[in-house]
């Protein structure tokens, strides 16, 4: 199994609430992904990074931010989390971007009340 | 139109039936990724190809990129193939997910 490792795995907050999602891995890849998972869509990209503080949105960006200051993790961060950032975010991994394969990490469930 | 449709969104079968699942795509891509994800959650890559068929073990992956059209088949079916199977296209630059076809295996 790729090693990725995702922290928090579950995590329930308040409105306005700052949060962080941590993406760990210890493949050495390059690329990294943050997708959210909601019911009636497929995985959507939140955010990508390509190297050490290179990183892109995504196509739901909006309400978040990244940061790579080491290969190993890839922070995502809601700076004031809303009700419709409930989701289950998936980080992943790749050698490069749509032709190369995908690992992904167990998931963060996020309630926010 | 979603540019990844997969057909059917939901699917039940006996054990031991052979199954198959369509994914469809309208854009340009370089490879197409199957992917499981378990009731508990995770997702594990399945096949990642460009052209032709992939097998492993009970499943099959084919593809034809005149048709735009990739179908995953799964022989000998077995409760513990019970899953979400998504179809995910790729270029150079990003992937693009189908919403997933939920299969039931039963016993």
């Known amino acids: 199994d790729a090693g990725i490792t995702q922290s928090p795995r579950h995590k329930v907050t308040e409105t306005g609430t700052p949060v962080t999602l941590r993406c760990h891995q210890t493949e050495n890849h390059r690329y990294m992904y943050w997708y959210r998972q909601d019911p009636g869509h497929g995985l959507r990209l939140i955010h990508y990074s390509y190297g050490v503080k290179d990183t892109d949105k995504g196509e739901v960006s909006d309400g978040y931010s990244v940061s790579r200051s080491k290969t190993e993790d890839f922070l995502l961060t809601l700076e004031s989390a809303t009700s419709s950032q409930t989701s289950v975010y998936f980080c992943?991994?790749?050698?490069?971007?749509?032709?190369?394969?995908?690992?992904f990490g167990e998931g963060s469930r996020l309630t926010v009340l | 139109k979603n540019e990844v449709e997969q057909s059917p969104q939901n699917l039940t079968a006996q054990e031991g039936e052979f199954i198959t699942i369509n994914c469809s795509y309208s854009v340009g891509i370089s490879a197409l990724h199957w992917l499981q994800q378990h009731p508990g959650g995770g997702i594990v890559s399945l096949f990642m190809l460009s052209s032709g068929k992939k097998k492993h073990g009970r499943l099959i992956a084919t593809i034809n990129i005149q048709e735009k059209h990739s179908s995953l088949h799964i022989t000998a079916s077995h409760p513990r193939d019970s899953a979400v199977y998504i179809c995910?296209?790729?270029?150079?630059?990003?992937?693009?997910f189908g919403t997933g076809t939920r299969l039931q295996v039963f016993p």
């Open positions: 992943a991994i790749s050698e490069g971007q749509g032709d190369r394969e995908l690992f």
């Open positions: 995910a296209v790729g270029d150079t630059d990003k992937l693009i």
